[in-house]
């Protein structure tokens, strides 16, 4: 979490402010005048500033212009006991954020601190997206060889070209959901403006509409302070919502909300909030299903599924396992400190042959682990000994004896804890990958992990 530095000479005023913040949940740090307050600003985790304007060494006008100088968008709030109405025009014109004066109210501080850490916030934000555009994020990085997959890009494409339609990915873990999504923002009219990912699966209940909506200070135990939400974070942008087949009901209902009224409240908040967002959304789990069995909205299925994307998964596009797979060993390789690595002829017969029940994450594991096994960047078939097809796609075969039945019936917790166990052994006891073979998610394979010991 960000810090708000207090820059004042007086230690009894700086002691005060520091007080006034850490009550209402601030991490703050100090600082006597405005080359100390430059130095603290150097290690990167300050939020936002709160300074004195007469300070020996170094004015708080002097520390607001070489603040802006290095950070245009690190937030500055000036404090005066010698408050005028030019000082206040001074400030604002040299980007102060807000200027008060003392005496102050304790919630006008609070007030202006809260502002500069939502904008703090968000300026953060809109360096991740940046980050992400200068990487390219379009569709001619996405490695692509087979017709199906040529084809999902093509849609892709389209649906791009909209600031506002839905989008729903649906396929495996692993297909390259997210890349489609990014690929969809960034190409779209919306790519100057952040694109924000939650993962519904990956969050409490608890906590995913305060993730989703923001909160106020004090609505539930642990909120010490208000929080915007993705919703607000992202305006003008785009909310990727993945494996939004794992939203509790109620979650569903306000999701719902958003994409029909465009607004919000913040949880503990009794305020509609307006928002200007597009919504892509993705899932591993079958939705239509998920209606008929009452355990997805249909309404909300009906408003996400504008436009459909179905990403086959990669034993389906065996076309594109080796040209992945050779990009991915480029990556792995790239290191001066490795050999540069390539793929033989019997490797690449291996990696094809493969199901890839993990899909191209799986086939990304496979190809850094070779990497680091190969001393000379050869990738034969006894580096990627490893690697053994399973009888099914997407499951891990049980064994050939447990097939039988026994005249007492199955014993399905028996089952259970064999098909988990196999699982772990042939995820190397990683469980997030081990419940993507079971196709379940990493919530749920931890409860049935659970209940079995």
């Known amino acids: 979490m960000s810090k708000v530095l207090v820059v004042e000479d007086e230690k009894k005023m700086r002691h005060i402010l520091k007080i006034i913040l850490e009550g209402d949940g601030f991490e703050v740090d100090t600082a006597e005048h405005g080359h100390e307050a430059l130095q603290k600003l150097e290690r990167g985790e300050i939020g936002l500033v709160v300074t004195d304007i007469k300070m020996p060494v170094m004015d708080g006008m002097e520390l607001l212009k070489a603040i802006k100088a290095k950070d245009a968008d690190l937030p500055v709030v000036l404090i005066t006991a010698f408050g005028s109405v030019s000082s206040a025009v001074s400030a604002m014109q040299a980007g102060a954020l807000d200027y008060i004066t003392q005496p102050f109210d304790e919630e006008r501080v609070l007030v202006a601190v809260r502002r500069g850490m939502a904008f703090s916030r968000l300026a953060e934000e809109r360096r991740i997206w940046k980050d992400e555009l200068a990487k390219g994020a379009d569709f001619s990085n996405i490695i692509a060889m087979s017709e199906n997959m040529l084809e999902i890009l093509k849609q892709a494409a389209l649906v791009s070209r909209s600031a506002d339609t839905t989008a729903l990915i649906l396929g495996e873990s692993g297909v390259g959901k997210e890349l489609i999504a990014k690929a969809i923002h960034f190409n779209s009219p919306r790519a100057n403006r952040p694109l924000l990912a939650i993962n519904c699966a990956a969050i409490s209940p608890n906590l995913v509409e305060s993730e989703l909506f923001g909160h106020e200070k004090g609505a539930f135990t642990g909120a010490d302070k208000t929080k915007p939400g993705k919703f607000e974070l992202a305006q003008g942008g785009t909310i990727f919502l993945d494996e939004i087949g794992d939203l509790d009901a109620n979650a569903q209902a306000k999701v719902l909300r958003v994409l029909q009224e465009k607004e919000f409240e913040r949880v503990g908040g009794a305020k509609a909030r307006r928002t200007d967002v597009r919504v892509v959304c993705a899932t591993n789990r079958n939705l239509t299903d998920m209606v008929a069995a009452g355990q997805f909205r249909e309404d909300l299925f009906y408003r996400i599924n504008v436009f459909p994307i179905n990403i086959p998964p990669l034993r389906e596009r065996p076309a594109d396992i080796v040209p992945l797979a050779e990009y991915f060993v480029k990556k792995f390789?790239?290191?001066?400190?490795?050999?540069?690595?390539?793929?033989?002829?019997?490797?690449?017969?291996?990696?094809?042959?493969?199901?890839?029940?993990?899909?191209?994450?799986?086939?990304?594991?496979?190809?850094?682990?070779?990497?680091?096994?190969?001393?000379?960047?050869?990738?034969?078939?006894?580096?990627?000994?490893?690697?053994?097809?399973?009888?099914?796609?997407?499951?891990?075969?049980?064994?050939?004896?447990?097939?039988?039945?026994?005249?007492?019936?199955?014993?399905?917790?028996?089952?259970?804890?064999?098909?988990?166990?196999?699982?772990?052994?042939?995820?190397?006891?990683?469980?997030?990958?081990?419940?993507?073979?079971?196709?379940?998610?990493?919530?749920?394979?931890?409860?049935?992990?659970?209940?079995?010991?």
């Open 333 to 453: 390789t790239q290191d001066k400190a490795r050999p540069k690595g390539y793929l033989t002829d019997e490797s690449r017969r291996i990696l094809t042959n493969h199901t890839w029940p993990g899909n191209v994450r799986e086939l990304e594991n496979a190809i850094e682990r070779a990497a680091i096994l190969s001393s000379d960047g050869r990738i034969d078939e006894k580096v990627l000994s490893f690697i053994q097809n399973r009888s099914k796609p997407g499951r891990p075969a049980m064994a050939e004896e447990s097939m039988t039945i026994p005249p007492e019936g199955l014993d399905i917790e028996a089952i259970e804890r064999r098909l988990i166990e196999q699982a772990l052994k042939m995820s190397m006891y990683n469980q997030s990958r081990a419940a993507e073979l079971l196709g379940l998610s990493r919530g749920k394979f931890r409860i049935k992990l659970k209940n079995l010991k």
